[in-house]
């Protein structure tokens, strides 16, 4: 079936909804294709709170928060956007306040605000009060806000379409073309759909499934980005992957940073509070790859909980009242998942796979670029963890995916507003359905023997043990092979399931070839890259190395294996220093 | 430990209605779920095992389904608390069936639309350009019906529904009183008369069944019941 939008975004969660919600209210008819329910999309998942600048408890100033963005990226962050993220944060969670989300209060009824990893007050003195909440499911507060923004505006939702591929003319979007619309996958009876468009977005989300330790969800396999990479568009910065210091132990769940920002403590097999040690100004609330490296190293040690590989979170000095009513859910997760009781007892945590700061390489605006000059790939757009700004550089603070979604997601909306003034509606060819429609057919009626389950678990064991916290040269060496005898397999894979209705069989089949891509890029990335900065951490090359490394990395799909070019860092304000918390 | 699990499938393309499958699960009673459990079949024995699942930790509502006779969450509910080896699993109840687990849930959020559910304020924002000041009390005030996640485990655990498809159910109501109870709301009449109509909050009948369901332990029957006197409140 052939359908035609003047915007269409791919992705449903904080970064799609808002950018759909600007299109809506400007009159521009878009739609947005999820392959979930909307509702359903991993930003309900975030927990702690989203930040900005608004001095409700003690005084605060976006310059400090950007600063706090820069040196907790450490370095790598594009300063330009880190102060559009700070500046815009500020009118961004008002504007949901206006929406209706209901924040936590303070007595005077202004927005609650609490403390966050490595956000600071006067450049780096001690931590502060900026993160905005609504006890511990800001996110879910934030989807659920946009979602009924999104209907009350009357956006054209397509859900349960999965995305296979993107179109463009006038060439391939990595060669000079133009974004024309998308190929979709009908998950509840197998239809394919062509939708052109005047302008696309991609906002699907991270990739934590390439993990095996991850507080993803399911869904999160890269999409987005894949489809871009294979289309030519390089993947920015993916050597840089976020691991959150508080998974539960096995499972990987989050526990969100906030149990730390309202006073809880991490504690090793001696009972001690290791952070001091690392970060003796902020502690507990050092920055997420800082604690991460720290636990390792206390495991390593042999100072982890017994001896084991996770240590504790301590949050009994809170007290029952602030437990339950400001960390409810996480609450609730460690009782159902770990049958422990958080108030008198303390809680076992390991690091878990939590986020990508590398991903689409996106301007300041939103829009998709395609090399180190920032050449703009026209009607293509991106914004949320699948964009890199980038705003998070080679490490996120807390809270600050929340601000990227909604910062650029309305960006994005209101630029893709301006951009198709005056564009006429992309031709597309009738065949274009048809290279999605061989490689589904294919995928369908394979009679190969490699199973999707095994490749993925293969898959998320060697990135998570070579790839992870810690890194060094033999390492990554190893995982590149295992990622390449991985893909090769991946072309013999046979699926059970041949029916066309809710095939979840395929769609898993598809969405490994999206991780096999974004794992690929990650290694390679962080093969090159012979320095440790943020949460790239190279044993063998433990310091920073501003004279080589002090730029981004692009990856280019090429035969036989990525090809690798570098862009500069945007640097404004702030010079690199040494990272001290 | 081994469990006997039994699976309602049904797949259209082959199937003239659904049956019962059964399958013998490994697992480890502490900590796997029911949803690992599913995750074992067909990762292990049958792949056209179909149902839906996403954050897999009980926040977005996905794998909502009829485990061992109630509405639950498949990723929040360990096989130690169900207490026994057999565990049998379906799709929710009264809701049309796609395949095997995943329902048709359209209908489902369509009546969540119908009630409007956005904040309705005509009011100019603050000149100052912040936030729209609310109490602590007032904000408390329709905080449990913020949790809502729109699994459908409640309206489809709920007699009344069964029985009359076109109630609008436990879940709109929930996210209609999420703002009728709002201070920030303008929308509280128009809900109201909306909700007062007989497929609305009067086929409600009080069984408790919705409460039980709701894997965020929502007040539901109770937010039913503060609607249904809202609306009585407005009349002579």
Redesign the interface.
């Known amino acids: 079936m052939r359908i035609q939008h003047d915007a269409l975004i791919v992705g449903a969660g904080g970064a799609g909804l808002w950018a759909a919600v600007e299109l809506a209210k400007a009159g521009v008819d878009a739609a947005v294709l999820t392959k979930?329910?909307p509702?359903?999309?991993?930003t309900?998942?975030a927990q702690g709170g989203v930040c900005a600048a608004?001095g409700n408890l003690e005084e605060d100033h976006w310059e400090w928060h950007m600063y706090d963005t820069i040196k907790g990226g450490d370095y790598l962050v594009d300063q330009d956007a880190a102060e559009i993220l700070a500046r815009e944060a500020i009118?961004t969670?008002?504007e949901l306040?206006?929406?209706?989300l209901?924040?936590?209060?303070?007595?005077?009824?202004?927005?609650d605000q609490r403390r966050f990893g490595g956000h600071t007050r006067n450049y780096g003195e001690g931590p502060v009060r900026r993160s905005c909440f609504?006890?511990d499911?800001t996110g879910?507060?934030i989807l659920?806000t946009l979602y009924?923004?999104a209907?009350?505006h009357g956006v054209k939702f397509y859900?349960e379409y999965h995305v296979v591929d993107l179109l463009s003319e006038g060439g391939d979007l990595g060669d000079g073309g133009r974004a024309a619309g998308v190929v979709a996958y009908r998950i509840?009876d197998g239809s394919l759909h062509t939708i052109a468009a005047k302008a696309v977005m991609l906002a699907t989300g991270g990739f934590g499934r390439m993990f095996r330790i991850t507080s993803n969800?399911?869904?999160l396999t890269g999409d987005g980005v894949a489809l871009a990479y294979r289309h030519g568009i390089p993947m920015q910065d993916m050597e840089f992957y976020q691991f959150h210091p508080t998974g539960i132990v096995?499972?990987g769940?989050l526990l969100s940073e906030a149990a730390r920002g309202e006073g809880g403590i991490l504690l090793n097999g001696e009972g001690e509070r290791f952070m001091e040690r690392y970060a003796p100004t902020m502690k507990d609330l050092a920055p997420r790859d800082m604690v991460s490296r720290a636990i390792y190293q206390e495991v390593r040690a042999g100072r982890g909980i017994d001896g084991k590989d996770f240590v504790y979170l301590d949050v009994r000095h809170l007290g029952r009242k602030v437990i339950e009513e400001k960390l409810p859910?996480i609450t609730?997760?460690v009782r159902?998942?770990q049958?422990i009781e958080p108030i008198t007892e303390p809680i076992p945590i390991q690091p878990t796979a939590h986020y990508a700061m590398g991903g689409i390489p996106t301007d300041v605006l939103a829009r998709v670029t395609r090399d180190a000059a920032g050449t703009v790939v026209p009607g293509l757009y991106a914004a949320g963890e699948t964009a890199c700004v980038s705003v998070h550089g080679a490490n996120r603070l807390g809270t600050n995916s929340l601000v990227d979604l909604l910062v650029f997601g309305r960006r994005a909306g209101r630029q893709m507003i301006e951009d198709i003034k005056g564009v006429g509606m992309p031709s597309v060819a009738d065949d274009v359905e048809e290279p999605a429609r061989a490689e589904i057919e294919g995928l369908r009626g394979s009679t190969g023997q490699e199973?999707?389950?095994r490749i993925r678990e293969k898959l998320a064991d060697v990135m998570m043990d070579n790839v992870g916290v810690f890194r060094d040269e033999a390492m990554l060496l190893a995982a590149r092979t295992r990622v390449q005898e991985l893909r090769a397999r991946y072309t013999r894979v046979g699926?059970?399931?041949k029916?066309?209705?809710?095939?979840?069989?395929l769609l898993e089949a598809r969405e490994l070839g999206y991780l096999l891509d974004c794992a690929e890029t990650t290694v390679a990335s962080a093969l090159a890259r012979k320095e440790s900065r943020g949460a790239h951490a190279r044993e063998d090359y433990p310091e920073r190395d501003d004279a080589q490394f002090l730029t981004h990395t692009l990856a280019t799909r090429a035969v036989g294996g990525p090809r690798l070019t570098y862009k500069p860092v945007t640097i404004t304000k702030f010079e690199p220093k040494p990272r001290v918390y | 430990m081994q469990v006997d699990l039994r699976i309602l499938r049904y797949?259209?393309?082959?199937d003239d209605k659904p049956h019962w499958e059964a399958y013998l699960v490994e697992c480890d009673p502490?900590?796997d779920r029911v949803l690992d459990l599913l995750h074992r079949v067909?990762?292990?024995q049958?792949?056209?095992l179909?149902?839906r699942?996403?954050?897999?930790?009980?926040?977005?509502?996905?794998d909502a389904m009829l485990i061992n006779g109630r509405n639950r969450l498949a990723c929040?509910l360990?096989v130690e608390q169900l207490g026994r080896r057999r565990i049998t699993v379906a799709p929710l109840p009264g809701l049309p069936v796609?395949?095997?687990l995943?329902v048709d849930?359209?209908g489902f959020?369509d009546k969540f639309?119908s009630v409007?559910?956005?904040?309705m304020?005509d009011d100019e924002?603050p000149a100052s350009?912040?936030?729209?000041?609310?109490?602590?009390e007032d904000?408390a005030r329709?905080?449990d019906t913020?949790?809502c996640?729109?699994c459908a485990a409640c309206t489809s655990s709920c007699p009344s529904f069964w029985a009359q498809p076109a109630y609008i159910g436990p879940a709109a109501i929930v996210n209609a009183h999420r703002?009728i109870f709002?201070s920030?709301?303008g929308g509280g009449d128009e809900r109201l008369e909306f909700l007062s109509d007989a497929d609305g909050v009067w086929r409600c009948r009080t069984i408790f069944n919705c409460t039980d369901a709701c894997p965020r332990?929502i007040h539901i029957t109770q937010a039913i019941l503060e609607v249904s006197s809202a609306i009585g409140g407005r009349r002579p």
């Open positions: 979930l329910y509702t359903r999309s991993h309900g998942a608004l009118e969670v008002v306040e206006h929406m209706g209901p924040f936590n209060r303070t007595a005077e009824g202004k927005i609504a006890a499911r879910h507060m659920q009924q923004q209907i009350k859900d509840a969800a399911w869904s096995g499972i769940i859910d609730d997760f159902v998942y049958g199973s999707v389950p699926v059970t399931d029916g066309l209705v809710f095939n979840t069989d | 797949d259209p393309e082959r502490k900590m067909k990762y292990e049958d792949g056209s179909t149902f699942r996403s954050c897999a930790h009980g926040v977005c509502g996905s929040k360990r796609i395949k095997d995943v849930m359209d959020f639309k409007q559910p956005y904040l304020n924002v350009g912040r936030e729209r000041l609310q109490s602590p904000r329709y905080d913020t949790k996640i729109l703002f709002d920030r709301d332990g």
